[in-house]
């Protein structure tokens, strides 16, 4: 499976920006998907997951209430909204999918997931 990502770029602080990710392949509805973040110097972080149907949702501390993750299976896309953007949230963003089949979690950590896309850059000017 090729995950590529795009929607990143600048924006002020308070600004909103929406992440895309387009998954190839035919069993999109069959990955967990995830949203990771890696800022200069950092680690790579977890921000939020989505589980295969859409129905399970959860997201990282730090951008609870101002990002939403959703899908569109029909698409094969996975969408990251990020509202009240802070300065502390310019990253590379990447998705991951996980190989779910037919279970109903979500995954949060790096070691769930075995397929990253290329990362798109978010830039959060003060």
């Known amino acids: 499976v090729q995950l590529q990502a795009s929607g990143g770029g600048l924006v002020q602080a308070g600004g909103s920006l929406r992440l895309s990710c387009v998954v190839s392949?035919?069993?999109?509805?069959?990955?967990?998907m995830g949203w990771f973040r890696q800022a200069p110097g950092k680690e790579r972080e977890f921000v939020a997951a989505?589980?295969?149907?859409?129905?399970?949702?959860f997201y990282s501390e730090p951008v609870k209430g101002r990002f939403t993750i959703s899908r569109d299976n029909a698409k094969n896309t996975v969408y990251l909204q990020m509202s009240s953007l802070k300065a502390e949230d310019t990253a590379v963003y990447y998705c991951?999918?996980?190989?779910?089949?037919?279970?109903?979690?979500?995954?949060?950590?790096?070691?769930?997931?075995?397929?990253w896309g290329q990362g798109t850059l978010v830039t959060v000017s003060s």
């Open positions: 392949g035919r069993t999109f509805s069959s990955y967990a």
């Open positions: 991951a999918a996980r190989a779910a089949y037919y279970s109903p979690n979500y995954y949060n950590t790096r070691n769930d997931y075995s397929n």
């Open positions: 989505i589980s295969r149907d859409g129905i399970h949702t």
